[in-house]
Nanobody, 122 residues
Framework: QVHLVESGGGLVQAGGSLRLSCAAS????????MGWFRQAPGKEREFVAA????????YYVDFVKGRFTISRDNAKNTVYLQMNSLKPEETAVYYC???????????????WGQGTLVTVSS
């Protein structure tokens, strides 16, 4: 498994932006498709965005299309999630993980880390 550490969360006003980072260690980072997930208070964890190992393909849930951008820097073993025009209902703990595919039914391949908390105020 790959050990993943998320960072970059914090408090932001509705309509604001944050950039999350996911740093990986323990395995060859560039070999894996990666994704971001989130879990809002009282809700199940849900998929948000994914990116292929090379960065050539990306996939997003409809709700975040046009506002969120997933990217990666394999030389730095890091995946990013740029989040713009944030909404209060997107307050959640955000997690990254290796994923089985980019598109379709996307599942995590490693254990969940602690995530990073994003709080969007109204």
């Amino acid at each position: 498994q790959v050990h993943l550490v998320e960072s970059g969360g914090g408090l932001v006003q509705a309509g604001g932006s944050l950039r999350l980072s996911c740093a990986a260690s323990g395995r060859t980072f560039s070999s894996y498709d990666m994704g971001w997930f989130r879990q809002a208070p009282g809700k199940e964890r849900e998929f948000v965005a994914a990116i292929s190992w090379s960065g050539s393909s990306t996939y997003y849930v409809d709700f975040v299309k046009g506002r969120f951008t997933i990217s990666r820097d394999n030389a730095k073993n890091t995946v990013y999630l740029q989040m713009n025009s944030l909404k209060p209902e997107e307050t959640a703990v955000y997690y990254c993980n290796r994923v089985n595919r980019v598109g379709g039914t996307i599942n995590n391949l490693d254990a969940w880390g602690q995530g990073t908390l994003v709080t969007v105020s109204s």
